[in-house]
């Protein structure tokens, strides 16, 4: 098989890598599941299911039984590990046809799956399970392509497939996942012996083989024929989406909007909870938002459940011209807030009309996706993983009314089918097992020289405690080690990296437009960026005290000033916390430029505190001593005059610091990063204007 035979679809079968495991039909299962997971195309994050079955011994008995292996609940084909899969027994599954009551007892059924369970170990069966379990076929997939969902969601899809594979694919009407549709599927396969797959309607596809190879070439063949059919009807139709309506700007102007609009976006969709945000301009987002079809299509939703879970029953769309004044918040909120106003009403309603007797309490009635004509695609929800997977899967949603109403007219789930997804008790219940929120979950956070020392410790920490956080740092190679650092611990949905000098404007109005723009805005501040000078009063020189100024004092003033313009957009308040020092309260030797520069600091951030109460955003400052680990101010001459004013050696700081304390304690950046944790973790939240001593305990830093 050569990938030139496919131009639609990726083929990444290796000989090599699948001959390894020729005896392994489980670890082949695994294999095709990842390499079909690779390609987007195919299905979606956490879309879709693969199987294969094959004998094992019964540990009761030792004797060869068939054996079902399944991705789990709530898994993803592209990452899937053994860990990750269920395994039951096939004809255990198929004696559950002789207890089933009927589709209005569908939901018991999944209890009872237990009961089939070959490996104590494997992973909860997912509701998918009969679909495959009362399929006779050895290795099955079960995917969410956007080429074959667009034939499945067209009006007259069933024709369309019976007509393109010459009756080769079956065609199960729409119904929602559970026993009842594996029954559906096994009734479609006797009545269509010798067919290659099955068509779900509004739903995906499925496709089998009697061995891995089998199964993922007649996967890759079915989709191919789909996406090739759907391009020659666009190709023919010339237009897509009825043609465009509007143009959109350029790319650094479409950027420019986005990160102005999204802080005030995301303050209205965390009137429930704080979101996380994500952006997009895609060009296939684009050809859809700026398109004549756009204010017909959108409101339908989506098709695919899976799509739709993650969606919403449908978009907000924004009333803005791509080119529209965005500077004033206060005009942008008073346009933008009716809007949302009636997207809840919008939601309450499809919930009242939808809702059965024992469907759980509405949820969170605000948009996960907002289309802005001419601009782009945001999607918010509670973590940045989540937000970006509900825009990637509207995109396939894009792709699929893309496809059906090239060949036919796109057709969306009725609302109460979606309503019955989106509230199915099974849905809730996977929702109420999920692991409680971490305290700083939905919360964005910018510390400034994030790439080393303090700065990276403090990231780290909100990182582990559920942030994401605004990595930066003056030195381009130190960040780079520190966004490879997160990306390897945090994955890469858990930071953003940006240069940042805090003495040039333009850098920092950067780093908040970058914050915007990968997460919808920022929470928690960190003024950290510092250095030293260690000089005796005759040896200062103007470019010494002008330096520690422009970084110490105005930076933080400078940073504190954009970031309060971010933090009224979102009308959430905020945290800005200040790392000064005990040189703010204390006097020292050598120390006049630093030391003063240290109060004033402290001084700025007494009255950025009473100035910023009212809205809610709280200052607080944090004031280290002798943090040496990992820190690039201890690197050069700062740590020589230091020794020198103490008249110690440079390698006898260290213990002279800790001896000096209260305590005698060695002060680390992991120490001050939890004090920082302390101020933005949820208890203080009604403090403002305070000093946090991290010093050991040095009594003449005491706050009087």
């Known amino acids: 098989m050569s990938s030139l035979k496919f131009k639609h679809v990726s083929y990444l079968w290796d000989e090599a890598e699948a001959e390894k495991l020729k005896h392994d039909e489980v670890g082949l299962l695994i294999y095709r599941s990842n390499i079909l997971g690779a390609d987007l195309r195919l299905t979606n994050y956490g879309g879709g299911n693969t199987s294969c079955k094959a004998l094992a011994a019964d540990p009761l008995s030792g004797k060869e039984t068939e054996v079902m292996w399944i991705k789990g609940s709530g898994g993803d084909i592209g990452t899937l590990k053994r860990s990750g899969l269920a395994a039951l027994y096939t004809d255990r599954l198929h004696q559950l046809k002789n207890i089933y009551r009927g589709i209005e007892h569908e939901d018991e059924m999944v209890e009872l799956f237990n009961h089939c369970i070959y490996d104590l170990d494997s992973k909860a069966p997912s509701i998918d399970t009969p679909l495959h379990g009362l399929l006779p076929f050895k290795h099955i997939d079960h995917l969410h392509p956007d080429a074959a969902i667009a034939i499945a969601a067209a009006k007259d899809g069933k024709k369309i497939t019976a007509e393109l594979f010459n009756n080769s694919i079956g065609w199960v009407d729409w119904q929602r996942p559970g026993f009842d549709l594996g029954l559906k599927l096994e009734e479609c396969l006797k009545n269509n012996p010798g067919i290659r797959g099955i068509m779900l309607g509004s739903h995906g596809l499925f496709t089998w083989g009697d061995t891995a190879y089998e199964c993922y070439v007649n996967t890759l063949e079915v989709v191919e024929k789909c996406a090739e059919y759907i391009e020659e009807n666009v190709k023919k ?317 105005k930076g933080q003033f400078k940073v504190t000033q954009e970031a309060v313009n971010i933090l009224r957009k979102q009308n959430r308040g905020g945290d800005i916390l200040n790392i000064v020092s005990k040189n703010a309260l204390v006097s020292g030797p050598n120390n006049a430029g630093y030391g003063s520069a240290k109060a004033a600091q402290l001084h700025l951030s007494r009255l950025n505190a009473a100035e910023l109460g009212a809205d809610k955003i709280r200052v607080n400052v944090v004031n280290p001593d002798a943090v040496i680990a990992d820190s690039k101010i201890w690197e050069g001459a700062w740590a020589e005059g230091r020794a020198k004013a103490y008249g110690i050696t440079v390698a006898e700081l260290p213990a002279f610091y800790a001896k000096r304390t209260l305590l005698n304690e060695t002060i680390l950046p992991e120490d001050i990063a939890n004090a920082c944790f302390a101020f933005v973790g949820g208890l203080l939240n009604k403090s403002t204007g305070n000093v946090l001593n991290v010093d050991g305990g040095v009594a003449m830093a005491f706050v009087r």
């Open 237 to 553: 139709n010339g237009v897509v989406f009825g043609g465009a309506r509007i143009q959109s700007p350029d790319e650094n102007t479409r950027r420019s909007q986005a990160a102005k609009i999204a802080p005030v976006l995301r303050g209205l969709c965390s009137s429930e909870r704080s979101m996380i945000g994500h952006f997009t301009d895609d060009e296939r987002v684009l050809d859809f938002i700026n398109s004549n079809d756009l204010d017909r299509l959108a409101p339908l939703g989506t098709s695919c459940p899976d799509h739709f879970l993650r969606t919403k029953i449908s978009p907000l769309l924004l009333n803005l011209a791509p080119d529209a004044n965005l500077d004033d918040k206060d005009e942008l909120k008073a346009l933008l807030e009716p809007l949302f106003e009636e997207y809840r009403k919008m939601y309450a309603a499809y919930y009242e009309s939808c809702k059965h007797p024992n469907s759980p309490a509405m949820r969170d009635p605000n948009p996960v996706i907002i289309l802005y004509p001419g601009v782009g695609m945001f999607s918010f929800s509670k973590d940045k993983q989540t937000a970006r997977v509900a825009a990637e899967f509207y995109t396939n949603a894009i792709n699929v009314m893309r496809g059906a109403e090239a060949i036919s007219e796109y057709t969306s789930l009725p609302r109460q089918e979606a309503f019955n997804i989106e509230y199915w008790l099974l849905e809730e219940a996977k929702l109420q097992r999920m692991p409680k929120a971490k305290p700083l979950s939905g919360k964005i956070a910018l510390v400034t020289g994030s790439a080393g020392g303090i700065g990276k410790a403090i990231a780290r920490k909100f990182a582990l405690e559920g942030a994401v956080v605004v990595l930066n740092d003056l030195d381009q190679s130190r960040l780079a080690d520190a966004g490879n650092q997160f990306l390897k611990e945090f994955g890469k949905d858990s930071y953003t990296t940006v240069q940042l000098n805090v003495t040039l404007d333009e850098d920092i109005k950067n780093a908040f437009k970058q914050a915007s723009l990968a997460f919808g805005g920022v929470d928690i501040i960190v003024n950290c960026a510092g250095l030293s000078i260690s000089k005796p009063i005759e040896e200062h020189t103007d470019k010494d005290w002008d330096l520690l100024y422009d970084v110490l004092v």
